[in-house]
């Protein structure tokens, strides 16, 4: 079954603070992506990252980076140095690499970000 | 290039009310799908198309119908509504290029429904 956990319902932090949001996921495809999403308070829902099921090659944007585990199916994020505009609701989703036509989504994490 | 838009953004409806959640996309893509998104339970898939004439069902379909006569539009049907479809509902689409589950969804902003 595909299936996506985030366990962190709500997290807070104090501006600055790094902070780790974590995604586990069950597939039974050998080939998938792993995506990530924003949704700020204003409800629009924001892509931030795609990542390959062949790559297990960390990435880094700016304060965001994303640790991608295949032997712990986890693809986890972390903001660094927080601000206050990175409060929003994140999810993590997956999709099998050929098909796409069914995204699991988690449940979300919502992160503040306290000034 | 307008993406995805989706009306209307607030709809208040009585209990087995009919309506029809419209979406358009202006970027020719061939997947265009709709969830709904609820306290706790993240987004769910509730139909998607492939392309014009071609429809299925995802994870939650019951009360819904859709039908897809042009690649831009996707309309969401509420037969008779319930107050278990009180939601928020997003209209997603992304391009039809292979392999087709690295295509990202670009997200309407969104119909908040409301089912007294």
New interface residues.
Partial sequence: AQKVTQAQTEISVVEKEDVTLDCVYETRDTTYYLFWYKQPPSGELVFLIRRNSFDEQNEISGRYSWNFQKSTSSFNFTITASQVVDSAVYFCALSDLFTGNQFYFGTGTSLTVIP | NAGVTQTPKFQVLKTGQSMTLQCAQDMNHE?M?W?RQDP??????IH?S?GAGIT?Q??VPNGYNVSRSTTEDFPLRLLSAAPSQTS?Y?C?S?PGQ??????????G??SRLTVL
């Fill in positions: 997947y799908s969830y706790g339970m993240g987004l769910r898939l998607y492939v299925d995802g994870e928020v997003f997603a992304r292979v392999p087709s589950g690295a295509n990202v969804l670009t997200f902003a969104g």
